[in-house]
């Protein structure tokens, strides 16, 4: 009888240890590095796997080829007194007679706020239909002048040009003041105006302003407007002024401090700033020659990266950093990031045995536990 008590202590000891280890799964984030070296395209992946070289970083160092079209740039300062459609203007007359045909000689006569309509024009009482467009206030003074001496003797006149919507911007996004500004003499450049409006508010590594045209828009870095003087373009009424965050961003996941998609803090940053920025790799259980950006890479750059001309469209590639190799470190340091990266660190092997172990050290733990209750 006891005998078969014993029998049955070690059956339900091993019928318990049996159960769990077979219930149980290794849990990880991701794939290792061999199993993503499997996956290429060599493995019959649909992905390239490529190492990271100097002249594969030479061959991606592809930034936002950001800057104003040829239309913007070889658009010239417009002067601030040049009349144009939609200005106002103001007019004032003053008369040698005492009896004028608009007033006295001791009462001018003001005519304030004249729009110049779209076809350029503006009417004056006694002068008529007068073309205003492209001419300056003094060039208008001198024709009013000429047409109003057939009706009254040695007229005086003073033409005057304040701000219409003919002349204005509107500006919006990160500046200290949105609105609508006049173009005025020191505000005809882009840089100007962006002053007028309380300047950028946002990080200058990754503002970005961009110009609307009339059915043309371009855009242009901050920081570029300011090295570059041929980017502080003139302004024409009615331009409309964006100034926002650079929206790219990449993820990272895997043996990382943190997992997040981050968005870019500059214009470049390089494959070692990124994990910088996620808190660099966890020195737990990261393996530091399993480093993987994977990246969607258009047709022309894949041709040279991969040393090929049959190639057709986007392809995937998946390119490995090893930072234990004596030039890793300087390869990711000049790996530049693009948008829409994953960054993925695996784990290193030996990671994955204490998982095991644990795995199996539990339940021999648990299967003694059982032991001493069954007893």
């Given at each position: 009888m006891l005998s078969q008590l014993r029998l049955l202590r070690r059956a339900l000891r091993l019928v318990l240890l049996a159960s769990l280890v077979t219930a149980c799964t290794l849990p990880r984030g991701g794939p290792n590095r061999n199993e993503i070296l499997d996956g290429g395209t060599t493995q019959g992946g649909d992905a390239f796997v490529v190492p990271v070289t100097d002249d594969v970083t030479r061959a991606v160092a592809l930034t936002p080829a950001l800057g104003f079209s040829q239309n913007f740039l070889s658009a010239g300062t417009q002067g601030s007194d040049v009349i144009r459609p939609g200005d106002v203007l103001g007019v004032t007359v003053w008369e040698n007679v005492e009896a004028g045909i608009l007033g006295t000689a001791s009462a001018p006569t003001p005519i304030d706020e004249v729009q110049v309509d779209g076809k350029g024009f503006i009417f004056v009482p006694y002068a008529g239909r007068v073309r205003a467009s492209g001419n300056t206030p003094e060039q208008l003074r001198e024709i009013i002048t000429e047409k109003l001496e057939a009706q009254t003797p040695d007229p005086q006149v003073v033409v005057r040009r304040m701000a219409g919507d003919g002349s204005t911007v509107s500006i919006v996004g990160g500046v200290g003041a949105q609105g609508v500004y006049p173009i005025e003499r020191p505000t005809r450049t882009l840089t100007a105006m962006l002053a007028r409006a309380g300047g950028?508010?946002?990080?200058?590594?990754?503002?970005?302003?961009?110009?609307?045209?009339?059915?043309?828009?371009?855009?242009?870095?901050?920081?570029?407007?300011y090295r570059d003087p041929k980017f502080d373009i003139a302004l024409r009424?009615?331009?409309?002024?964006?100034?926002?965050?650079?929206?790219?961003?990449?993820?990272?996941?895997?043996?990382?401090?943190?997992?997040?998609?981050?968005?870019?803090?500059?214009?470049?940053?390089?494959?070692?700033?990124?994990?910088?920025?996620?808190?660099?790799?966890?020195?737990?259980?990261?393996?530091?020659?399993?480093?993987?950006?994977?990246?969607?890479?258009?047709?022309?750059?894949?041709?040279?990266?991969?040393?090929?001309?049959?190639?057709?469209?986007?392809?995937?590639?998946?390119?490995?950093?090893?930072?234990?190799?004596?030039?890793?470190?300087?390869?990711?340091?000049?790996?530049?990031?693009?948008?829409?990266?994953?960054?993925?660190?695996?784990?290193?092997?030996?990671?994955?045995?204490?998982?095991?172990?644990?795995?199996?050290?539990?339940?021999?733990?648990?299967?003694?536990?059982?032991?001493?209750?069954?007893?």
């Open positions: 950028v508010t946002i990080a200058p590594e990754i503002a970005q302003v961009t110009i609307i045209r009339g059915n043309n828009q371009s855009k242009v870095w901050l920081q570029d407007l009424g009615g331009d409309r002024i964006l100034v926002e965050e650079d929206t790219r961003a990449f993820t990272a996941v895997g043996a990382t401090g943190a997992q997040a998609r981050v968005t870019f803090t500059s214009q470049n940053i390089s494959a070692m700033e990124a994990i910088a920025q996620v808190g660099g790799l966890n020195t737990q259980i990261a393996d530091p020659t399993g480093i993987f950006i994977l990246r969607n890479e258009p047709e022309d750059i894949s041709r040279i990266v991969l040393n090929r001309d049959d190639l057709s469209g986007t392809q995937r590639v998946v390119y490995i950093l090893d930072l234990t190799k004596p030039n890793g470190l300087f390869h990711a340091r000049d790996f530049l990031i693009r948008d829409d990266d994953t960054i993925y660190v695996t784990e290193a092997p030996f990671v994955r045995f204490n998982k095991a172990l644990a795995a199996f050290l539990g339940p021999l733990n648990t299967a003694a536990s059982v032991d001493t209750l069954v007893n």
